[in-house]
């Protein structure tokens, strides 16, 4: 397949052209039809990325190009009442452009994220969005409108998500309570986004996936946001990548925190962490528990396999509204996707494939009654001296058995992400392996 040789001297010439800070604001970047062009990769831009000189092959892009001015304009001046959220990257902010800011650009309600010049990204993981979103596009994707790039500011537009994130969505104290179905076909949408870019002809490993990086839609459709972590997957034979750890605590496999190889399982472990908040409604890490309690994985994984133990850590919130044939399956697949070894855990087809049959199990109670008979109290010790002895994988993983059931309630409404605990780098891994980074509560 022949590549066509697009410059893309003027985008990123214009990011260091300071004389020049307002690019004219005409018309799309590079307008093609992707399904006929390869992908550019990072690997293919290298160090030229960050020097003035870049001229580089892209294809795949339909993206614009704003001014800091329009997108001031567009967002109020970055209002807070216009306050969507934040990360490491810095503040997003709704927006709305109306229908002769570009032509061909329709009115649409967008979120405009710009980066915070005194926070830890900068121009790599801007770029690294631009790059990746601009080119790959799927209905579990978050589709990237345009960017700016003048002077030191970077900021991207993407199309608002009238849901928010996932992490709002599921931990909002004053919300009403997501119901399993949604939350199901919230899984289902996610995995197909990781899934699709597992399978990609050029493979991407996501690397942050969690849940203030899922975005839904006004039906809980849900799409993977934010790519400023996304690495090009292992070319030829080679097994993983070698990069520095970045990621999240409580989602990053712990493989990948001890090594620095990135894998596609690496991604599928994040998502187990997903799955469990799905289903506890509990934070991948929670502060405010008990210790053991603190690493939703550590905690959680050893009782998934138990439907008695299940029902004692399934959300609250859910009040037993769901199905438990449902809920048993989905536990089962968390336990997989988070195995210790990565070559235990399951692909995200087959994932999707598991999570695809859930919505066939409708046997979600309507009121909930427990009535146990007289003669049936000793199949039921049966069950639970069964549940008693765990698989042996679990004994090794954690030897603490007596978990509790305990609710707090505890949960803190947070738009903003606490920068340093959200994206480590390598000194922090070391640190972290130095303190064990496996336990969340020393981290
Ligand atoms: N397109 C969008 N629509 C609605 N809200 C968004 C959108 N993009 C981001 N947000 C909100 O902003 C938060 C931070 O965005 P994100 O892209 O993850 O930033 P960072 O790179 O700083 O982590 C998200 O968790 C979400 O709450
Ligand atoms: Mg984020």
């Keep these: ?23 004219k604001p005409t018309k799309k970047a590079i307008v093609s039809k992707q399904s006929s062009f390869q992908r550019i990769s990072m690997t293919d831009l290298s160090s030229s990325t960050l020097s003035e000189d870049l001229s580089v092959s892209l294809a795949g892009s339909n993206l614009y190009v704003f001014t800091v001015a329009e997108l001031r304009v567009i967002t109020q001046n970055f209002s807070q009442s216009n306050f969507l959220g934040e990360g490491g990257f810095g503040p997003v902010h709704k927006g709305f452009i109306d229908d002769k800011l570009r032509p061909g650009l329709k009115a649409q309600p967008v979120a405009v994220k710009l980066l915070d010049l005194d926070g830890t990204q900068g121009h790599r993981e801007w770029l690294t969005e ?26 991207l537009a993407y199309e608002y998500m009238p849901r928010g994130s996932l992490e709002n969505q599921l931990f909002r104290r004053y919300s009403v309570s997501l119901p399993w179905s949604t939350r199901m076909k919230i899984a289902l949408g996610a995995a197909k986004g990781l899934a699709f870019l597992h399978e990609a002809e050029k493979p991407v490993i996501y690397r942050d996936f969690k849940a203030s990086n899922i975005l839904l839609d006004s039906d809980y459709t849900a799409k993977l946001s934010d ?40 991604d599928v472990y994040s998502f187990g962490v997903v799955l469990l908040e799905l289903l506890t409604g509990r934070r991948s890490v929670d502060k405010t528990r008990p210790h053991r309690e603190q690493s939703l994985a550590e905690w959680a994984r050893p009782q998934l396999k138990c439907p008695r133990k299940l029902g004692r850590i399934m959300d609250p919130r859910l009040e037993g509204q769901y199905s438990e044939t449902g809920a048993q399956k989905a536990a089962q697949l968390a336990y997989e996707c988070l195995s210790h070894r990565p070559k235990l855990r399951p692909t995200m087809s087959s994932v999707v494939k598991t999570l695809e049959t859930l919505k066939d199990y409708v046997d979600i109670p309507m009121v909930t009654f427990v009535y146990t008979a007289p003669g049936e109290s000793d199949s039921n010790k049966e069950s639970v001296k069964e549940c008693d002895s765990p698989p042996k994988e679990l004994k090794r993983e954690n030897g603490n058995q007596n978990y509790g059931n305990r609710h707090h309630g505890h949960r803190h409404h947070r738009t903003k992400s606490p920068k ?16 064990g980074l496996n336990s969340p509560r020393k981290a």
């Design 1 to 23: 397949m022949t590549v066509k040789r697009i410059t893309w001297r003027s985008l990123i010439l214009s990011c260091y052209m300071t004389e020049n800070p307002s690019p």
């Design 130 to 155: 631009v790059i990746f979103l601009g080119q790959l596009r799927h209905p579990h994707l978050v589709k990237l409108i345009g960017y700016c790039c003048e002077e030191e500011h970077r900021l």
């Design 227 to 266: 790519f400023g972590l996304a690495k090009d997957g292992p070319e030829g034979d080679d097994t993983h990548v070698s990069t520095r750890v970045m990621g999240t605590h409580g989602y990053a496999a712990p493989e990948y925190i001890m090594t620095g190889h990135l894998t596609a399982a690496s």
């Design 420 to 435: 340093s605990q959200s994206v480590y780098s390598e000194t922090a891994l070391n640190q972290n392996i130095k303190n």
